[in-house]
């Protein structure tokens, strides 16, 4: 039966699980560097879709879309600004098609790769462009929106009041942390993830959380950090396969399944409310951490 949502989900069970990496499942599926994922939704619908139904068999309770760098700017930057609307609505319907009623579909929106700081482009601009793929993704299926990867506070709050304002769904924003000198974690631009918190939730973001970063157990710290600021906010956690390496030329994250799975009992234990994975990982990471969480939930109760 499909669910209301992701809150609603939350009211019944204290944990759910979200899908792995798409990008480096299209990388072993032929993708070359440089070429849009996104544009695989209209030219490798099959190939896209195996990726979403790999989730959805392993019975996980939301898996994203292929839309991560969907929008209208970024897609420019290669010539792609006139097919955002398309692309992304595809992307949706994908998901949703693997989807069906088992799961629910999380639109991915991204950062533009654009600094408004830098008036490399408007507050209108951005908002229209994040406005666009919304929804677009709406239109297509999606039961929420996922706004990912983010570290800039003024880009964030524009997508998350797109979303809000221009669609029905369910918004949740992530950004990805990096250690500072001192050993806590802040966004590339100096954001803490309390300071996060309270710029999103206010405009309107009804979950958070961070993803991408330095693997599973730099996740913790940030837990804490949320936990600390608010108790309650539902919390979602997609970690890279450890931090990437180069490796004869290729992108390597040597994090295998169970050491990810080896910090689940401390990420749950810290207040995690969704595990999924970003970067690196696998249908086979996910898999490894729902069966930790769901021995240590055994174990617990
Ligand atoms: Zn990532």
Redesign the pocket.
């Known amino acids: 039966m499909r669910t209301t949502g992701i809150q609603e989900l939350l009211k019944s069970r204290s944990l759910l699980f979200c899908d792995g990496?798409w990008g480096t499942i299209f990388q072993f599926a032929g993708l070359k560097p440089g070429e849009s994922c996104e544009l695989w939704n209209r030219d490798q619908r099959k190939k896209v879709l195996e990726v979403a139904q790999s989730y959805v068999d392993l019975g996980v309770d939301m898996i994203e879309t292929n839309s991560f760098r969907g929008n209208g700017i970024t897609l420019a930057g290669i010539g792609l600004e006139n097919d955002a609307v398309e692309l992304n609505r595809l992307a949706a319907e994908i998901s949703r098609e693997a989807a069906g009623d088992k799961c629910l579909v999380l639109g991915s929106v991204g950062p533009t790769g654009k600094i408004l700081m830098m008036g490399d482009v408007s507050e209108n601009e951005m908002y229209d462009t994040f406005a666009e793929q919304v929804h677009a993704l709406e239109q297509g299926g999606a039961d929420a929106i996922c706004i990912e990867?983010m570290s800039a506070l003024d880009e964030a709050e524009l997508a998350v009041k797109a979303a809000v304002e221009n669609t029905d769904l369910e918004v949740v924003c992530t950004f990805t942390f990096v250690k500072t000198m001192s050993g806590d974690y802040k966004t590339v631009m100096g954001i803490t993830p309390a300071q996060m918190a309270e710029k999103l939730l206010s405009a309107g973001a009804s979950i958070i959380g961070t993803?991408?970063g330095y693997g599973m157990e730099a996740m913790i710290p940030i837990v804490k950090a949320f936990r600390d600021f608010d108790s309650n906010i539902p919390l979602l956690v997609q970690a890279?396969a450890g931090i990437p390496k180069i490796e004869d030329g290729k992108t390597v994250f040597p994090e295998t399944p169970d050491e990810m799975a080896g910090h689940v009992p401390d990420l749950i234990d810290a207040g995690v409310s969704i595990i999924g994975g970003?970067?690196g990982t696998t249908p086979d990471h996910i898999t490894a951490i729902m069966n930790k969480a769901k021995v240590y939930h055994t174990a617990n109760s």
């Open positions: 990496a990867t993803n991408c890279n970003c970067c």
